[in-house]
């Protein structure tokens, strides 16, 4: 090409910039401006350093003074964090990146949390959290702390990933690992996907929830593999329109409604979907829990298909006993469980009971559908008796192959 040409080309090119403005946002949009942590004064590798400020800095610019779209960039490295609050509402142009190619670690002194959050993004609309990085929440130097299991009014230990009040999230790639309580928590959010995450934590973790959503609408979570100490993915009060799809979970307690009805003011829960998900040496798998409950509520609209167990002890559970100590007792539940579907479940338990269906007897269960349940039992007790079992499930319908035979 001659002088002539590439002369010719950019005088073009300058006069379609101008002709046509959107191609300008379009080609901002491909290349956001990048708000790298490190020019903000944060160090990597550096045992001491609190890269909090730092971050929070690059946030502030990237989030409220850019008027191109922006993008804040944690790069290679190992980079020390306390708390830190990733606050909008941004004015910069929709939607904000944070992308996290290094390591973020947690501090390991539970009292720098005030408040149960680690990383907290809060009231920004349009926010992206990408990047092959990992949040290491160094758990293990707090587990111990946890007494959750005996103590009801616990303290709660920070969450490696908070979203509050946060719409149109896209989340992908990430990795968390260790987190101290639960490693996503999202409350008050709509509109959020998540796919190809990474969750990790030993099977003895307490509380480590992969994630737990509450009082939020329009969640899909897809494609991400889940090994944690709890909850590979629990869904909490005022929870509406949950999409769960190719995820893989264990060790783990399975993926959960619930638990429900803990506080007087917990709202009901609808439209739940779990699909095509397999579930390895978990304790649960398909799991509805309420506990008896101070006022009343509903779960209604939940259905858990094409799922795989794989050496799960309880593979299918309603309980609504939940946190009752006199789990023997029938379920005087104020909460109402209606429109539930367990379809296509097939593999191995380790447990004499396969499908256990407990519901209130104030409030029996109303339309469970159980279809196409073929599980069989792969566990070492000499007690080979393999059942369902029912308690005030009325109509309940059981369809197709179902393995164990079905309680009526
Ligand atoms: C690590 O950070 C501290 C401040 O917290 C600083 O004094 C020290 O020089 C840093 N070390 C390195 C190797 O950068
Ligand atoms: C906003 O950004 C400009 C540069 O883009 C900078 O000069 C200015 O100091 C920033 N304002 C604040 C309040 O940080
Ligand atoms: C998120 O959406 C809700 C309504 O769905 C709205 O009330 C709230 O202000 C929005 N938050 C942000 C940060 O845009
Ligand atoms: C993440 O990607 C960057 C390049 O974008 C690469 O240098 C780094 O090694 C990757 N990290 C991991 C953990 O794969
Ligand atoms: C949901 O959020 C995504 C990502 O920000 C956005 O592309 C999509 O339009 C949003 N959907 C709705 C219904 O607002
Ligand atoms: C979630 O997935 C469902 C079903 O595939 C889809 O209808 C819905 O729009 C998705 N919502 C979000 C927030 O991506
Ligand atoms: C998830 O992350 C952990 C910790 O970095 C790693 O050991 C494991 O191989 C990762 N799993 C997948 C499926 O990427
Ligand atoms: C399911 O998730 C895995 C990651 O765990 C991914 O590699 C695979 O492509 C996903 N499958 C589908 C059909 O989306
Ligand atoms: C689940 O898998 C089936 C069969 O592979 C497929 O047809 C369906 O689209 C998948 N559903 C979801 C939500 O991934
Ligand atoms: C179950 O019974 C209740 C009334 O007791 C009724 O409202 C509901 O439609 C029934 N559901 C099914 C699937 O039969
Ligand atoms: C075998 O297990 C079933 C179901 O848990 C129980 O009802 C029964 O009592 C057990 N039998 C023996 C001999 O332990």
């Known amino acids: 090409m001659g002088t002539k040409a590439i002369f010719f080309l950019c005088i073009t090119c300058l006069f379609c910039g101008l002709a046509y403005p959107h191609r300008q946002l379009l080609q901002d949009a491909a290349a956001p401006t990048i708000f790298d942590v490190t020019t903000f004064g944060a160090l990597s590798n550096n045992d001491t350093f609190d890269n909090a400020q730092p971050f929070m800095q690059a946030w502030i610019q990237a989030c409220k003074n850019s008027t191109t779209p922006a993008k804040v960039l944690i790069p290679n490295g190992v980079f020390l964090t306390g708390p830190t609050v990733f ?67 616990c303290v709660n230990l920070p969450s490696s ?4 009040r946060v719409n149109n999230t896209i989340v992908k790639d990430i990795t968390s690992l260790n987190s101290k309580q639960f490693h996503y928590h999202l409350h008050k959010c ?31 979570v897809t494609s991400s593999v889940i090994g944690t100490g709890d909850d590979c993915i629990s869904i909490g009060q005022g ?93 005087v539940s104020l909460w109402k469980i209606s429109d539930v579907h367990f379809r296509g479940i097939k593999g191995t338990t380790v447990s004499n009971v396969a499908l256990s269906l407990q519901c209130s007897v104030v409030n029996p269960c109303q339309g469970v559908e159980v279809a196409d349940v073929d599980l069989s039992f792969s566990g070492t007790q000499r007690n080979t008796t393999f059942v369902s079992s029912c308690a005030n499930t009325p109509n309940a319908t059981f369809t197709g192959t179902i393995n164990p035979p079905p309680c009526l």
């Open 239 to 331: 929870t509406t329109n949950v999409y769960i799809s190719n995820i893989t979970c264990g060790p783990g307690h399975g993926i959960s409604v619930g638990s429900l009805g803990k506080r007087p003011l917990d709202k009901s829960v609808s439209g739940i979907s779990v699909k095509n998900c397999t579930f390895i040496g978990t304790t649960n798998g398909a799991r509805i829990k309420t506990y008896i409950g101070k006022s009343p509520g509903e779960a209604k609209g939940i259905v858990y298909e094409g799922l795989i167990m794989d050496n799960v002890q309880n593979p299918i559970v309603i309980d609504q006993s939940y946190g009752s100590k006199k789990v023997r007792q029938a379920s």
């Open 87 to 153: 606050g909008g509402p941004c004015t910069s142009p929709k939607p904000i990146i944070l992308e996290v190619v290094g390591t973020i670690k947690a501090t390991t002194d539970p009292s720098e949390y005030v408040s149960p959050e680690w990383v907290a993004f809060e009231d920004i609309d349009g926010l992206v959290v990408t990047g092959n990085g990992t949040f290491d929440g160094q758990g293990s130097s707090v587990w111990q702390y946890n007494d959750c299991r005996t103590n009801p009014n």
């Open 161 to 164: 990933l908070q979203f509050s």
């Open 190 to 220: 709509y509109n959020f996907s998540a796919w190809n995450l990474n969750i990790t934590a030993p099977k003895n973790s307490p509380n480590t929830d992969g994630m737990h959503v509450g009082s939020s609408d329009e969640v899909n």
